[in-house]
């Protein structure tokens, strides 16, 4: 189910099927280490709810205002919901009235994180999430909203996590998952504006989106996140099943196939797990 990733105009690709215990079909090098970009926003956003649980920081209660503006909370941050531009430290909008898209969002999470748990966030999701976990080839090289790096094989373990999760409740993982600031109309960079534009806590919820990066097949509650750098994750906790694939070319340099062979791979995943195929 998926030879298609060998046609894929790229140099190099790695994918996997996976389910509650883990990759069930995998395809190309799972072990080679690719930029995530913006697919390090979930891994960053499970290590803060991680520090929710542990009570090191609070989802709902204001943050200093020199953080990120009057009246923002972390949920705000982690669902683009801020008032916070894409990249930038000025308020566009007023807390909870827009989604916008904001990697500055998530240079904020992780200054709030780091100075309420005393460690850089480096050290966090280290020790949070890929210590636990034994994903041993990822890591933040760069910022909480774009920065990591890691392989197929690390990321099957997250998305096992994501299914069936044993570092935060299942509330915690249900509210990862669950629309927040239901109603706000948004873009999702490189593929277009939608109202509703839904997120959950870090992630993308497929939702009504149409046309869009996940497949035709995937439940509106499906979630996940797409990188520049070519690659994606998503959840069907409805399934329960998983896909994740990193590729080492630029998304907007192959956007147009990108938005084609995605979806279509999505939907024969779906298609043949549904059968039972795949165990």
């Known amino acids: 189910m998926l030879e298609s990733i060998g046609r894929w105009p790229v140099t190099t690709a790695a994918a996997a099927v ?4 883990g990759a069930v079909v995998t395809a190309g090098d799972v072990h080679a280490v690719f930029e995530l970009a ?5 891994l960053v956003a499970l290590a803060t709810l991680i520090a929710v649980e542990e009570g090191t920081v609070t989802l709902d209660d204001p943050l200093d205002p020199a953080i990120a503006g009057h009246g923002v909370t972390l ?11 894409f990249e930038g430290d000025t308020p566009v909008a007023n807390p909870g009235a827009r989604r916008i898209y904001s990697n500055t969002g998530f240079t904020r999470i992780a200054t709030v994180v780091e100075a309420a748990a005393q460690m850089p966030m480096t050290e966090y999701l280290a020790e949070a999430v890929c210590a636990p976990l034994r994903m041993t080839a990822t890591r933040l090289v760069g910022g909480a909203a774009a920065g990591a790096v890691s392989s197929v094989d690390d990321l099957c373990r997250f998305a096992a996590e994501l299914l069936a999760p044993t570092l935060v409740s299942q509330d915690s993982l249900d509210e990862f998952g669950r629309v927040q600031f239901p109603g706000l109309a948004g873009v999702v960079p490189g593929i277009g504006r939608f109202d509703p534009c839904d997120w ?38 409805g399934a329960p099943v998983s896909v994740v694939a ?15 062979l995605w979806p279509a791979l999505s939907d024969d995943v779906l298609a043949e797990m549904s059968r039972g195929r795949a165990g």
């Open 200 to 237: 959950g806590l870090g992630v993308e919820l497929k939702g009504a989106k149409r046309p869009h990066w996940m497949g035709t097949l995937n439940s509106p509650a499906t979630f996940g996140h797409f990188g520049g750098s070519g690659t994606f994750l998503w959840v069907d906790v």
């Open 75 to 85: 949920r705000h941050l982690l669902t683009h919901a801020s008032g916070l531009p």
């Open 18 to 21: 996976v389910r509650p215990g």
């Open 246 to 260: 990193l590729t080492d070319r630029p998304f907007a340099t192959w956007a147009d196939e990108a938005l084609r």
């Open 38 to 42: 913006s697919v390090t926003k979930p």
